[in-house]
């Protein structure tokens, strides 16, 4: 037998041996040692990590049922990293109130993380479908894990039955793209594609499932409340490795089988784009309780991420994992402040923060950090992110799109500024008193604070991430799909061309194309 | 390391040495050693930039450097100067070793203060010394944004309000400038982010309609492009002295360079044929910025409309297209960046005396304080273009260069703006009169005390900078047109 595609597939090798180890430890390991669990936990993880940051070249496995690209080991990296720093700010949380549930924990945690590995490996609908279940189902435990709180439970529910609704819906449209090319082969499917309406309902209802994830406009009803009442340790998880997973199979399944179908799905993107990002942007302004605001502040960095999807070229890949990346950091910093501060001071208001900078310098300082780089204030990596996934999209041509995105950048500018704001100007008499976080959140802070600041200016991060995504690109034999070529030479509209040429610039004598024309 | 480099290191450094300061002694030291080095290092470039020249490398950019970034899109670190950005960073260097000082004193938190200007002094001379697009975005960005926190802690009257607008209105600017350069960008046919290679290619026109506006806009929104301006007087009357120094002074000039360096150098066709716009919108600057500083009773307020007036006028001479009124655009900025920062200097220092700032309750304080008072009258008479200080020779040149058009559009506009002279003198005397000769309005103000040295010399040295700019300005006026000569050729060349 050969063994080389179990070799492949060492990421999630290596993850279901953790998975696997912590449980049999919890389980059986004496209860002395279980006092060690955590630490192990951690170190183990970290090995897992180191694993999944050697290099792969693209390759398909099981008749193309699996498949990696080094993009794709790298949002895998990136996911296990953000779960790792997770689990960093969740330690002390785990000990103070679910001691005996630690195990849990974990277990459902990396069961998670396993199915978003399925998700952005999958080479075939059923496999994806598997990623995804696997990738929800779980969550809803952890949303839930405060049984006693009656939000936490709320808030699984709701998880669970939107959930329910978007796998059904998207396993619906498999169904219709089933019947409408008889084959559920990622690399089979394209060239059945020809864009009927059967082909593109299905598509569009498959999508519903990521944009679930990814909690896009219209499909974000659930996004608000579930982050304010799931642990905020699990939030954070919900808000950045279940989008990472979500964004990277949108744009893998979008390019490579429905690459053909741009025409069809990039208005659709396109709508949703602008609706996320306004409609995010102007509840978030409102918002009193920090959870909240960061779930809305989610659902606008999930419309940007997508801009990436939209320009569907080696950038936009680049651009979406390195978005990522730095979201990864400004966003668990702001979720971790956000956890030890409601530990402190028992409640998520954003109230609560006024004049946190009296008392507790470190804290504010970062979450300051954090605000400016989900802002995309130079010099935090968050404005060389967003500069760049802008900067993919209008090399495509997207003008319009663009202008609206930047403009609701001053919008989320403006409720960033709020937090900084309450933190440094808002007077306060009585400011939550100075304390001490633990060393396991204090590693993780530290983590995130030289992320936000360090991988932007730093230019190897993007540089190394965008040899990555154009490899794999080239590899799959995705920089120029065959049915896309067929659709533009059937139909060269500019805009709308599939531009993956390397740096090649968009046609300098077009003029300012946008799909809704 | 390259030479330009310097003027980000030092700041950077000036940062890492706050950042482990202990006491307010410690910090100020590192601020003003910081602050004197920069000045230092912007003299010698002074020097070595006319060495260059003399002995006869015309070179359009010197000193330069370049520095791959980000290879995907020709992004890199590549710095240069021209006489113009050499001028600019010897204004930004006097204005923050006089702003330095200016906040000896300032309370609370000196440390972050002295951080978030080091940061904010960092982001502008980044700014001057960048030839890369993206670079200097990232840096006009980087100083902006101190801003906020700046007005919002250390302000005084509604800081939180002004601190929000302004940000909001200049980063709104900048997000229109992000998608301009990237629309210059490729629409150059994306070979380079250098503004130098860019310029060797030509933009498709339709591309420049475009792009031309957001840049400009996103540029002017700094430099008070009516109706953009208003962030201003709110943003200076509530910011701390200091800070408007340097936010009138220096800030508000990378507008103006923006404007010329960036929209008008690479987008030359469109430059010529959107032009009338902009200029009947700075020309309402101009004049309006004036007629509402007569109204003020404020005197920051009456500065930052001033302030809208004078940077309205750089605006104004820049589209204006000659190498005369170019010239005194640029002269006007140096001129305006001294003499307003000066200004609000000044009233930083009276306020913090009489504890008002309102013109109706001060009166005599030329008796009371002659060294302040004189300082506000040669302030005031280079604000309104006395011969012999700065400001006659850039409204000179201004004006002169704008009435060579020969159209009837261009002389109308430069007529009407000319009237801002008479205003200008009407709000200055007015001010001059009431304050400094009038009658004691509060007889606690007779036991006032005149300035100490750390706020002397702030003033004697802005007030030298002034006289020598103007009594001598022909150096500068060299080094100007020089700069100018590649900008202006792209400019008629268009026009044809």
């Not at chain 1, 918002?287 to 809305?296: E, G, M, V």
């Not at chain 2, 204004?91 to 000082?101: D, K, N, P, Q, R």
């Not at chain 2, 200097?345 to 005599?364: F, K, P, Q, S, V």
């Not at chain 2, 159209?407 to 005397?429: E, G, K, M, N, Q």
């Amino acid at each position: 037998m050969d063994f080389s595609g179990f070799l492949m597939m060492r990421d999630e090798i290596s993850l279901v041996a953790l998975i696997l180890i912590l449980l049999l430890y919890d389980l059986f390991a004496p209860a002395k040692a279980r006092k060690v669990f955590q630490p192990l936990a951690c170190l183990l993880f970290v090995v897992q990590i180191v694993i999944t940051l050697l290099p792969v070249s693209s390759l398909e496995a099981f008749g193309g049922m699996y498949q990696t690209t080094p993009a794709a080991s790298l949002a895998k990296t990136l996911m296990s990293a953000g779960t790792l720093l997770v689990f960093l700010f969740s330690k002390k949380w785990i000990e103070e109130k679910h001691e005996i549930a630690q195990g849990e924990f974990y277990f459902l945690t990396l069961c998670t993380l396993l199915g978003m590995y399925f998700m952005v490996s999958a080479g075939h609908f059923l496999m994806f479908f598997i990623g995804i279940e696997l990738a929800s189902i779980p969550l809803s435990c952890l949303v839930s894990f405060s049984k006693k709180d009656g939000l936490s439970a709320e808030a699984g529910a709701k998880f669970i039955l939107n959930a329910a609704f978007a796998s059904g819906i998207s396993l619906f449209g498999i169904s219709l793209l089933y019947g409408g090319t008889g084959t559920l082969y990622f690399s089979d499917m394209p060239v059945a594609l020809q864009g009927t309406p059967l082909q593109i309902a299905g598509m569009i209802l498959f999508a519903t499932g990521l944009f679930f994830k990814m909690s896009l406009i219209p499909y974000h009803s659930w996004t608000a409340d579930v982050y304010q009442g799931a642990p905020t340790q699990v939030s954070a998880y919900l808000s950045v490795v279940s989008k990472t997973a979500a964004a990277v199979a949108l744009f893998t399944i979008f390019i490579k089988v429905f690459g053909g179908m741009a025409a069809s799905w990039r208005p659709v993107l396109y709508i949703i784009i602008i609706l996320s990002i306004t409609i995010a942007n102007l509840f978030a302004i409102k918002q009193k309780n920090i959870k909240r605001f960061l779930a809305y502040s989610s659902i606008s960095q999930a419309g940007y991420i997508v801009l990436g999807v939209v320009a569907a070229s080696p950038q936009g890949l680049t651009g979406i994992l390195y978005y990522m990346m730095v979201y990864m950091f400004a966003n668990l910093a702001a979720f971790g402040v956000a956890s030890l501060v409601e530990r402190q001071c028992g409640n998520a208001e954003i109230a609560s923060y006024n004049g946190l900078y009296k008392t507790n310098p470190w804290l504010s300082v970062l979450m300051m950090f954090a605000m400016f780089s989900l802002a995309g204030i130079p010099p935090f990596a968050g404005f060389f992110s967003k500069f760049f996934i802008f900067a993919s999209a209008v090399q495509q041509g997207y003008y319009i799109l663009v202008l609206i995105a930047l403009l609701n950048t001053i919008i989320s500018l403006f409720y960033y500024l709020l937090i900084v704001k309450a933190m440094f100007i808002n007077p306060n008499e009585s400011p939550l008193p100075r304390f001490r976080s633990d060393s396991y959140s204090r590693i993780a802070m530290v983590l995130c604070f030289f992320g936000i600041v360090l991988s932007g200016i730093v230019s190897f991060f993007y540089n190394k991430t965008n040899d990555m995504a154009t490899e794999s690109m080239e590899m799959c034999g995705l920089s120029r799909p065959k049915a896309v070529e067929e659709t533009l030479d059937a139909n060269p509209v500019p805009g709308q061309t599939l531009n993956t040429q390397g740096s090649t610039a968009m046609n300098a004598t077009a003029s300012w194309p946008s799909v809704l024309e | 390391m390259n030479l330009l480099s310097i003027f980000v290191v030092i700041p950077v450094l000036m940062l890492a040495g706050l950042f482990l300061s202990r006491t307010r002694q410690q910090a100020r030291v590192i601020s003003a050693t910081g602050a004197s080095l920069l000045l230092v290092a912007a003299v010698v470039l002074g020097v070595l930039f006319a060495a260059e020249r003399h002995a006869g490398n015309t070179a359009e950019m010197l000193f330069t450097a370049s520095a791959q970034w980000f290879p995907a899109w020709n992004i890199g670190y590549s710095v240069g100067v021209d006489g113009i950005s050499v001028l600019m960073i010897l204004l930004s260097a006097i204005i923050v070793f006089t702003g330095i000082f200016t906040s000896w004193n300032i309370d609370p938190l000196p440390k972050e203060y002295f951080m978030w200007f080091c940061l904010l002094s960092t982001g502008v001379f980044g700014f001057f010394i960048s030839l890369d697009l993206f670079t200097m975005f990232m840096f006009y960005e980087v100083a902006l944004i101190p801003m906020y926190l700046l007005i919002g802690v250390w302000g005084s009257g509604k800081k939180e309000y002004a601190a929000m607008k302004l940000t909001l209105m200049l980063m709104a600017g900048s997000a229109l400038l992000m998608l301009g350069i990237l629309g210059i960008y490729f629409g150059s046919g994306a070979t380079s982010m250098n503004i130098m290679e860019i310029a060797q290619s030509s933009i498709p026109m339709a591309l420049q309609k475009f792009f031309f506006p957001l840049t400009f806009i996103g540029f002017g929104v700094l430099g008070a492009l009516f109706p953009f301006h208003t962030w201003s007087p709110d943003g200076h009357a509530s910011a701390p002295t200091a800070v408007s120094m340097l936010h009138a002074g220096v800030l508000m000039k990378l507008g103006g360079y923006g404007c010329f360096r960036v929209a008008m150098f690479l987008m030359p066709e469109a430059a010529n044929e959107l032009a009338w716009i902009f200029l009947i919108l700075t020309g309402i600057s101009v004049v309006y910025g004036a007629f509402s500083a007569c109204v003020q009773k404020d005197l920051k307020y009456i500065n930052a409309y001033s302030s809208v007036s004078h940077c309205g006028l750089v605006l104004f001479a820049l589209l204006m297209m000659n190498t005369t009124a170019m010239t005194g655009a640029i002269m006007q900025m140096l001129s305006h960046g001294l003499m307003t920062a000066l200004f609000f200097a000044l009233i930083g220092m009276i306020y913090g005396r009489t504890h008002t700032r309102d013109i109706r309750e001060m009166g005599g304080l030329m008796k009371i304080m002659p060294f302040l008072g004189v300082a506000y009258v040669i302030a005031g008479l280079a604000s309104l273009g006395l011969p012999g200080l700065s400001g006659f020779v850039a409204e000179m040149n201004v004006f002169v260069g704008s009435f060579q058009h020969s159209d009837t559009f261009h002389r109308v506009l430069t007529l009407i703006a000319v009237t801002s002279i008479v205003i200008t003198a009407v709000y200055i005397l007015r001010v001059i009169g009431k304050i400094l000769y009038g009658p004691v309005q509060n007889q606690a103000h007779l036991k006032l005390t005149d300035a100490v040295w750390f706020e002397r010399l702030p003033v004697v040295v802005l007030i030298i900078a002034i006289a020598s700019i103007g009594l001598y300005p022909g150096w500068i006026a060299e080094w100007i047109h020089q700069a100018l000569a590649p900008i202006v050729e792209s400019l008629t060349v268009a026009a044809l």
